[in-house]
């Protein structure tokens, strides 16, 4: 059930529509803190959705989201579950979100 709730969530967190975008990533912020390391079957799921387009938006509003939805992961999960998709995702990303994800992981 937790992977189908997420697989459609995940859609959302890439919306073509802005304003669905930034209310996915603001409900995944209140949904962290709840869920907690149950996430863990759906991080590496979630990570590439948070991170992929939002850490780079020019939209100031969908990047300040993202960004707190890093933090939250970061505070309310088990670090070692975040290390692996955090190192392979700032492999691949450029600009803002590497310089933000690589920091996260320093």
Do not use: W
């Amino acid at each position: 059930v937790l992977f189908q709730i997420f697989d459609a969530f995940r859609s959302r967190l890439h919306d073509s529509n802005s304003k669905v975008n930034q209310v996915a990533l603001e409900t995944m912020h209140r949904m962290i803190p709840l869920l907690k390391d149950s996430l863990s079957p759906v991080i590496n799921m979630l990570i590439p959705a948070i991170v992929d387009n939002n850490l780079n938006s020019k939209n100031p509003g969908i990047y300040a989201a993202a960004t707190n939805v890093i933090q939250a992961l970061c505070q309310h999960l088990d670090t070692s579950l975040l290390l692996q998709p955090f190192c392979t995702k700032a492999q691949f990303l450029n600009g803002k979100a590497k310089q933000d994800l690589t920091e996260k992981l320093a």
